[in-house]
Nanobody, 125 residues
Framework: VQLQASGGGLVQAGGSLRLSCAAS????????MGWFRQAPGKEREFVAA????????YYADSVEGRFTVSRDNAKNTVYLQMNSLKPEDTAVYYC???????????????????WGQGTQVTVSS
């Protein structure tokens, strides 16, 4: 399984970015997908997750109303639209599939695997 996250960069507070994550080596449409982030010196934390069908989405309280997760199963890709960015959103962002196919989304990083290299998001004040 390979995950290739992209779309990160440097943006001013209040700006927007759209992250993409292309997956290969798995039947993408059978797996819930999650986005997580890790800032320097901090543990990896949940950001958002989406059910395998795309019918249900889940967000951390800190990003609810600002971030939107979506997926295109035909392209084996999951997206994270990030609006109204804040300096505290600065982190490396990772996507990952749930370890079990057809399992519902989870907020626990331990329920996900095959992390990939992530993409850096830096928000300046």
């Amino acid at each position: 399984v390979q995950l290739q996250a992209s779309g990160g960069g440097l943006v001013q507070a209040g700006g927007s970015l759209r992250l993409s994550c292309a997956a290969s080596g798995l039947t993408f449409s059978r797996y819930a997908m999650g986005w997580f982030r890790q800032a320097p010196g901090k543990e990896r934390e949940f950001v958002a997750a989406i059910r395998w069908s795309g019918g249900s989405t889940y967000y951390a309280d800190s990003v609810e109303g600002r971030f939107t997760v979506s997926r295109d199963n035909a392209k084996n890709t999951v997206y994270l639209q990030m609006n109204s960015l804040k300096p505290e959103d600065t982190a490396v962002y990772y996507c990952a599939p749930r370890l079990l196919s057809s399992a519902p989304p989870s907020r626990n990083p331990s329920d996900f695997g095959s992390w990939g290299q992530g993409t850096q998001v830096t928000v300046s004040s």
